[in-house]
């Protein structure tokens, strides 16, 4: 056979091989990288999901998708005599008591570990919420928690590194024309464990939620009025070494507020926490 | 030559063909290897799901009680022994007829087998162990089957406790036969019957042999097992709880490591709500074992209710020659709490392979009862509350050594442990 017929023959099949390769090479992209579906289309996807289940989706829904550390901390536990100045400045005291102080300006509880309770008499007339802030113990850890406030209540929570720990918060009664108390939590000595871990999207969130909790029985439609991404204690996960006093874990959770109920999405596997 | 160039064209061409399939195959394979490892990283983590527990085996009658009441003769027959398999056979291949319900089974019995059986006898569970009985109108047998016969050379009936209710049919057993069976069983094999004031023991009698047995201790890796109770294993938060316990979780579950006593503890504490299953405690049980790291190859299920509804406990408690292995650290213990695992506790060291056994004739009653005379008080021997035949684990280094050993329970909750070979004090003592 001619030299250059031959080279001919092997042009034609290594092209064809070339070919074969080059497919396979891109499917394999393909598969690997997948088609991605586009923001809204997830969206509609999942406004389907939890029609079907009785709720309807009436907040945006965030992007973000950060890495954040799960972490140990304690209750905060101080003392009435160094608290109470602070929390009513220039205001005499009337009566001290083994869990109580009680001002001529109102009187502040010890209610359990980590939590306090200031009541204001007279009522405070004339100023905002944030202001109480200012006299609050550490009040310039907290701001206000995202979700939607009330009339009758006004929440503002710690936060550790830009995301809200929802079960430390300080809780504001009011009424229309003044500032009647507030219960404030505080946690304190916030130390992360291990590295920092990628959380769900909020999407697959209300997905999971919408699978594991089901409106549709009671009839009414429940609006989901807001979802944040937050820390939040797991309790139960503590208890392993509850001989050796007990350590406290706070985790990344999508908090899903609705018109009914509070829903706590664990942000790492998914899981909506029924325990509560 | 006029057309040299061409053919240099196409050389080169040529070339460049073959060098871009080179590099083509080379990143097809690249790739592939690429996403092999990363699915390897996972699949490395992952455990396959065992064999071990197997469903009707940890169902099995922990041991057989055999009696000739006429002589008041019995036996005990532990599982491995060949009495052991001919009646649990003889229960298998039982034909059944007229079962119906009684009030009371007869207190006065000629013959007797009792099976008793570790967890209550779902539906499915009694259709193995008697899948000639035609039983589809009742449920959860409870833990005892018995076979008796009233009077001497008559008929052999079965009986079957549901729900608090007694159910009484006839075989077709030879009572003759069995007369025959039962009788060489129970002189060749004596018993001795202890009796404390509500629990019946049984004390081997008449020099009976028993083996003692040493065994290399494996240490199962801890990761794997770890890892498989987690839905994302890469979100696991790693605390170290103290020099000894290592606390893995994802927020929603925990594992907990303690190398003191070397075992994993699983807790979901999710389980609150109450799902709803028809699969039965002891099924959900050990498929949850089989999936996470398996068990002992031969166990046997113990079922308790806990006083909290909605809530029970199986304990899979491993045997080998016959006896049980004393102590919670061997044992594998679930708790299904609303029909959900809601916690496992494992050990982490498995016996690999048995290094060493030696048989010895082991003490029958009267000899133990001159051993605790020796080291106990009139009361504190009156104030036991039940014997137990099973094996002492000691450990040493990587070696377990199991030693046949009475196990004394008084009725404060105090534990003696006596050697059945020479009746050392093993545990206890004092007063």
Redesign the interface.
């Given at each position: 056979m001619n030299w250059?017929v031959a080279?001919?023959w092997?042009?034609a099949a290594?092209?064809l091989?070339?070919l074969i390769?080059?497919w396979?090479?891109i499917q394999?992209?393909r598969e690997?990288y997948g088609y991605v579906e586009s923001y809204s289309d997830l969206l509609a996807n999942t406004k389907t999901v939890l029609a079907d289940h009785g709720f309807i989706l009436a907040t945006k829904v965030p992007e973000n998708q950060p890495e954040i550390?799960?972490f140990?901390a304690e209750e905060a536990r101080p003392q009435l005599e160094q608290m109470w100045s602070g929390i009513f400045p220039g205001a005499r005291i009337l009566k001290i008591r083994h869990r109580s102080v009680v001002t001529s300006a109102g009187s502040v509880t010890l209610l359990r570990t980590g939590y306090w309770r200031v009541e204001y008499e007279p009522p405070l007339v004339g100023i905002k919420p944030a202001d109480v802030l200012k006299t609050a113990l550490h009040g310039n850890l907290y701001v206000p928690d995202p979700a939607p406030e009330s009339a009758a209540v006004v929440t503002y929570v710690e936060e550790y590194q830009g995301y809200p720990i929802f079960d430390a918060a300080i809780t504001i009664h009011r009424n229309k024309k003044a500032i009647l108390s507030y219960d404030q939590n505080e946690i304190v000595h916030i130390t992360p464990?291990?590295r920092a871990?990628?959380v769900i999207s909020a999407m697959d969130a209300l997905n999971s939620l919408a699978e594991s909790v089901d409106n549709a029985p009671i009839g009414v439609d429940n609006k989901i009025l807001s979802i944040q991404l937050g820390y939040a204690e797991?309790?139960?996960?503590g208890?392993?070494?509850s001989s050796?006093g007990r350590?406290r874990?706070w985790?990344?959770?999508w908090r899903v507020t609705t018109e009914q109920q509070v829903y706590v999405i664990?942000a790492?596997?998914?899981?909506v926490?029924?325990?509560s | 030559m006029k057309h040299r160039p061409i053919?240099l064209a196409?050389?080169i061409?040529?070339t460049i063909?073959?060098l871009?399939?080179l590099l083509?195959?080379y990143?097809?394979w690249v790739?592939?290897f690429e996403?092999a490892t990363e699915v390897g990283f996972t699949e490395s983590f992952s455990i396959p799901p065992t064999t071990t527990p197997a469903l009707p085996q940890v169902s099995a009658p922990y041991r057989e009680v055999l009696a000739v009441q006429s002589a008041a003769e019995v036996s005990v027959a532990q599982p491995g022994s060949p009495t052991y398999a001919l009646w649990l056979n003889q229960l298998r291949t039982l034909d059944v007829s007229e079962l119906q319900p009684v009030a009371t089974f007869p207190e006065k019995t000629t013959l007797q087998v009792e099976y008793d059986f570790g967890t209550p006898l779902t539906y499915d569970l009694l259709e193995y162990w008697l899948p000639h009985l035609n039983a589809s109108a009742l449920a959860n047998y409870d833990g005892t089957v018995l076979l008796f016969q009233t009077k001497a050379n008559g008929p052999v009936y079965l009986g079957l406790s549901s729900d608090g209710s007694n159910y009484e049919g006839k075989t077709n057993i030879n009572g003759v036969q069995m007369a025959a069976i039962l009788q060489g069983e129970t002189r060749t094999t004596p018993w001795s019957v202890w009796m404390t004031e509500n629990r019946t023991s049984y004390i081997p009698a008449g020099g009976q042999v028993w083996t003692a047995s040493t065994w290399d201790l494996e240490e199962e890796p801890v990761l794997p097992i770890v890892h498989s109770f987690?839905?994302?294993p890469?979100?696991l938060?790693?605390?170290q709880?103290?020099p000894t316990?290592v606390?893995w979780?994802?927020?929603?579950?925990?594992v907990?490591w303690s190398q003191v006593s070397d075992t994993l503890?699983y807790?979901d504490?999710?389980a609150?709500?109450v799902h709803s299953t028809s699969q039965s405690a002891l099924s959900m049980a050990t498929r949850f074992l089989q999936d996470h790291g398996g068990g002992p190859s031969t166990s046997y299920a113990f079922q308790t209710d806990s006083a909290m509804s909605n809530e029970e406990t199986v304990r899979f408690v491993p045997y080998v020659d016959g006896l049980p292995i004393a102590g919670v650290n061997y044992e594998y213990q679930v708790t299904i709490r609303n029909n959900r695992v809601a916690s496992i506790e494992r050990p982490l060291n498995v016996r690999g392979t048995e290094l060493k056994s030696e048989q010895h004739p082991v003490l029958d009653n009267w000899k133990l009862l001159a051993v605790l005379k020796e080291h106990m008080t009139k009361t504190t021997i009156q104030s036991i509350a039940s014997i137990k035949l099973a094996l002492y684990p000691e450990v040493k280094g990587s070696v377990l050594h199991l030693q046949p050993a009475y196990f004394l329970r008084l009725s404060g909750g105090r534990t003696w442990v006596v050697d059945a070979f020479n009746g050392r004090i093993l545990k206890g003592g004092g007063q």
């Open positions: 250059e080279k001919n092997l042009i290594f092209l091989l070339d390769l080059g396979q090479i394999s992209h690997t550390p799960t140990r464990q291990g871990k990628p797991k309790t139960g996960v208890t392993l070494s050796l350590e874990f985790f990344p959770v664990n790492l596997t998914g899981e926490d029924l325990s | 053919a196409k050389s061409f040529l063909l073959v871009v399939s083509l195959s990143w097809l790739g592939n996403n987690f839905v994302n890469q979100v938060t790693r605390i709880e103290n316990t606390l979780t994802d927020g929603s579950r925990a907990q503890l807790q504490p999710n609150a709500t």
